[in-house]
């Protein structure tokens, strides 16, 4: 699993802006000293959702729309294909909380290999899975009632519909394609080659 991580980083820091690439070092050491804490499921989910909420404003991203970065877009892709410029896209602009993703991976099977998860087996990665998923889901809930509340405001389309807009592209593309879809692969290869 240490090389499928390292060859993620590898490819996420193809995929940034050459001013991030520093914080993808210190991103790298900070996994490693926490990965040396002995955590539990709760402080590892909790410490994941921190690490990559702020990985992602560190490296620039915000809740508007023209924040996107398409200049890593077309990195390897010698012709127009929706698939691949999409993916690379998000993975140019969501790159921090896709190593936190992958981290978390590897703490997670780290916790499964010492033991102290005390849980069934693929018990742990449901419960870490559920705890991400309760927080974004309620986070979701609560923009969509400021934005039902606040819908005859002055600012609905210039705040509030980004803030809505961008809660939607974190819970489908970061919580269910990264979180649960990345994860869940990498955690399940993690199992498979111990």
Known sequence: ?????DLLTLFLITQSRATNIPLLLLFS???YLLDDLDLNLIEISTT???LQYTSFFAFGG??????????SAYNGVSGYNVVAVGILTFASNWTGPIFWTSATTMML?????TGAANVKEGNLLVRHLALLTVFVTSSLVFVMAACTILRTHLFIWTVFSPKYLYSMAWSLGQHLGVNVGLGSLLYWLGT???
């Open 48 to 50: 994941s959702l921190l």
């Open 62 to 71: 915000s809740n508007a729309i023209s924040s996107v970065d398409l200049s």
């Open 1 to 5: 699993m240490h090389t499928i991580h």
């Open 109 to 113: 099977l780290r916790l499964k290999r």
């Open 29 to 31: 050491i900070q996994f």
């Open 192 to 194: 498979m080659y111990q």
